[in-house]
């Protein structure tokens, strides 16, 4: 069975999530989950972007007008426009963050710097709708457009926050194999991620079984940089109860020497109680588990489908 005991993944997040002061009121957003539940798997780089590019705390709070795809950030009531100082220290923020090898980022919702969606935006008649990206948010997604992302208020919704955590360890171990710059390794990923990448998406699942048998005759770097892109767009494509379960029972065909009639019954049965949404995925997962070690089943064994992530975080345990 694939381990996750390794050291801490290295996480951007808005400093506020953290507990540090930074808001304009003086305040912060101290998230738990993020630091006591996550804080055990992440290693955490915050950023104000406020607070960075010269503001004072506490300040005036500020908002963004005009153009929803090119808004301009205000203060509230004296109209201030901090615009040019955010975008100037963001570009020099992101350069510094290339060297940090973050894996993911977790932004605070619907803040006009880091909010990363429906961020209210204000017209000339002062009406909000919430349209609009938060200046860094806009700019870090855009320099770093593979690595996982999400908003705090995001991760409320067990499915999102699950298939974030998923991708920021996907995110990691393909760095690792990436770094050793070879053939085999990206092999060894790719054979130890199939099903997980199939219960994401089928169709890019497809194609990068295609890559993969065409890596010979690719050039290498643009080999690693396809295989990449096709695993980002998969890891972004939510599980479905659908998917989940075309990828169960095609592991049920690796036991069909060994299971008695009963055996077999059992887990056909807890499958059907998963897509019936009876039970969680944890639990034809875990009599999975089971058998793949009892009848030493070395293929799945090495399937990160079975543990995608720390047991701990029980992300598993809600659908």
């Not at 590019?53 to 709070?61: D, H, K, M, S, V």
Request: aromatic share 10%; hydrophobic share 35%; net charge neutral.
């Amino acid at each position: 069975m694939p381990t996750n005991v390794q050291e801490k993944i290295k996480m951007g997040v808005s400093s506020c999530l953290l507990g540090n002061k930074v808001r304009f009121d003086g305040g912060h957003k101290h998230n738990r989950y993020i630091t006591e539940t996550l804080g055990h798997f992440f290693d955490y780089v915050p950023v104000c972007p406020e607070v960075e590019c010269g503001l004072p705390t506490p300040r005036e709070a500020m908002r963004l007008v005009g153009d929803p795809d090119n808004p301009r950030l205000v203060t509230n009531k004296t109209g201030i426009d901090h615009t040019e100082t955010m975008t100037n220290w963001a570009k020099t923020r992101l350069r510094e963050l290339e060297k940090e090898n973050l894996c993911g980022f977790i932004f605070k919702n619907r803040s006009p710097s880091s909010g990363m969606e429906r961020v209210k935006v204000y017209d000339d008649n002062k009406v909000a709708q919430n349209v609009g990206e938060g200046l860094f948010a806009r700019a870090f997604k855009k320099h770093f457009p593979l690595l996982p992302v999400e908003e705090e208020g995001r991760l409320h919704d067990l499915l999102l926050r699950e298939n974030f955590i998923e991708s920021v360890f996907v995110y990691r171990r393909w760095r690792e194999a990436k770094k050793e710059g070879t053939l085999a390794s990206l092999v060894k990923f790719h054979t130890e991620h199939k099903l997980l990448i199939l219960a994401h998406s089928e169709n890019n699942y497809r194609d990068l079984c295609n890559l993969v048998g065409e890596a010979g005759q690719i050039d290498p770097q643009n080999f690693f940089e396809e295989y990449q892109q096709g695993l980002m767009e998969a890891m972004n494509i939510k599980p479905t109860f659908t998917s989940h379960v075309n990828v169960l029972l095609q592991m049920v065909v690796f036991f069909k020497e060994f299971l008695s009639s009963d055996e077999k019954q059992e887990l056909l049965e807890l499958i059907d109680n998963y897509s019936n949404h009876f039970v969680p995925l944890i639990v034809p997962v875990t009599l999975m588990n089971h058998y793949a070690r009892k009848y030493n089943e070395t293929y799945l064994l090495n399937q990160y489908y079975l543990k995608p992530h720390p047991t701990e975080l029980k992300l598993r345990n809600h659908a």
